[in-house]
């Protein structure tokens, strides 16, 4: 990487010139601006952590887009997952009240998920959501496997006095989803 970019101002200038940009790459892809702007927020977080350790050997707009692209692909694979459920159940020609009921336990979990503090929010998604083992979250966000466990711990604690049952619900959906 580019050594300039290791520096706090150097970083800003490039963070201020691309992000526009692959807002609107990432939006042309996953058709979210929210999704759009969480994706190239967390590509930017993870550089910014991952400073000292990247090496870059493209041309840097080259890098920063292919990054974009791999993200709004696992978007977009992660809601072909949810979509697919949805055909799934339908498939199992489950009530109109099935799906309705599917789809709001999904809402609560997702609402619950994102009361949860933002650093342990972010290593729940990584593991839960993402599949990453708890060493590639301590490696993707320089910090401990110890700080990864606690944190998961804390946050499964949490979902757990906000959700009750409903966590049970989502921990069996999302390791049928990995299979």
Excluded at 41 to 60: A, G, P
Excluded at 105 to 126: S, T
């Amino acid at each position: 990487m580019d050594p300039n970019i290791r520096d706090k101002k150097s970083f800003e200038l490039i963070f201020r010139e691309y992000y526009p940009q692959l807002i609107l790459y990432a939006k042309s892809i996953v058709k979210s601006t929210e999704a759009s702007e969480d994706i190239v927020q967390e590509f930017f977080t993870s550089l910014w952590n991952k400073r000292n350790h990247v090496n870059i050997h493209s041309k840097i707009r080259s890098y920063f887009y292919q990054s974009i692209y791999n993200s709004c692909m696992n978007y977009v694979s992660r809601k072909q997952l949810v979509f697919e459920d949805l055909k799934e159940v339908n498939k199992q020609e489950v009530s109109q009240e099935e799906i309705i009921e599917k789809l709001e336990r999904n809402k609560i979990i997702n609402a619950a998920v994102n009361k949860l503090p933002k650093q342990r929010r972010r290593i729940f998604k990584l593991v839960c959501y993402e599949g990453l083992k708890y060493r590639e979250v301590a490696a993707l966000l320089n910090i401990s496997i110890n700080t990864v466990k606690t944190q998961m711990g804390r946050a499964l604690s949490d979902l757990r006095k906000s959700l009750g049952d409903i966590l049970l619900y989502f921990l069996l959906i999302n390791t049928n989803q990995g299979k």
